[in-house]
Antibody, heavy 117, light 111 residues
Framework: QVQLVQSGAEVKKPGASVKVACKAS????????INWVRQAPGQGLEWMGW????????NSAEKLLGRVTMTIDTFTNTAYMELRSLRSDDTAVYFC??????????WGQGTLVTVSS | QSALTQPASVSGSPGQSITISCTGI?????????VSWYQQHPGKAPKLMIY???NRPSGVSNRFSGSKSGNTASLTISGLQAEDEADYYC???????????FGTGTTVTVL
């Protein structure tokens, strides 16, 4: 069965960076992309970006340009999302999800990133 | 990037049908058939309920159906059950700079 398992919770100081991992199993990793979505406490879903596992093409939300980097390791079937220059309003649960910019199907369990001094 | 517009809350009694709307513009919902709907229970990851406007993934109850008219997509839940109480989000591909956008979210309450 398709599974996306994410790395554990992180606590970071303002200005630092965080890198979240998403390990996929149960399907041919290179046939799909990975989207990243975040959800601030009590708020809705926010699409962050997408990376194609078959050719490393990426597409990011305009508001995060220059701060977010998405990468893929096809040897370990793991996707990574790094967010730099963290601010308090980056505190959120970060999800990875399989799919493309047309929509996603399977989701990871989420990773809580807390930004606090 | 503006989110798609959904009602903040919708409620219904068990057995009833409810419909959640999701309003966008011609560069997202109105222009493409890439509308999805996601269900999210508190503290859980979202779950795909409908994709490509009206298609149900395997395992999703046929009580859930989707449709689209112009710039507005809709999710209908028929035969409402207690387990349907959750937050629901629409999402759509968009031809603007940021290629995917979610709706503002709707809380469904079963009375």
């Amino acid at each position: 069965q398709v599974q996306l398992v994410q790395s554990g919770a992180e606590v970071k100081k303002p200005g630092a960076s965080v890198k979240v991992a998403c390990k996929a199993s149960g399907y041919t990793f290179s046939n799909y992309g990975i989207n990243w979505v975040r959800q601030a406490p009590g708020q809705g879903l926010e699409w962050m970006g997408w990376i194609a596992a078959y050719n490393d093409n990426t597409n990011s939300a305009e508001k995060l340009l220059g701060r977010v980097t998405m990468t893929i390791d096809t040897f370990t079937n793991t996707a990574y999302m790094e967010l730099r220059s963290l601010r308090s309003d980056d505190t959120a649960v970060y999800f990875c999800a399989r799919g493309g910019i047309w929509g996603v199907d399977y989701w990871g369990q989420g990773t809580l990133v807390t930004v606090s001094s | 990037q503006s989110a798609l517009t959904q009602p903040a809350s919708v409620s219904g009694s068990p057995g009833q049908s409810i419909t959640i709307s999701c309003t966008g513009i011609s560069s997202d919902i109105g222009g493409y058939n890439y509308v999805s709907w996601y269900q999210q229970h508190p503290g859980k990851a979202p779950k795909l309920m409908i994709y490509d406007v009206s298609n149900r993934p395997s395992g999703v109850s046929n009580r859930f159906s989707g449709s689209k008219s112009g710039n507005t997509a809709s999710l209908t839940i028929s035969g409402l059950q207690a387990e349907d109480e959750a937050d629901y989000y629409c999402g759509s591909y968009t031809s603007r700079f940021t290629p995917y956008v979610f709706g503002t979210g709707t809380t469904v309450t079963v009375l």
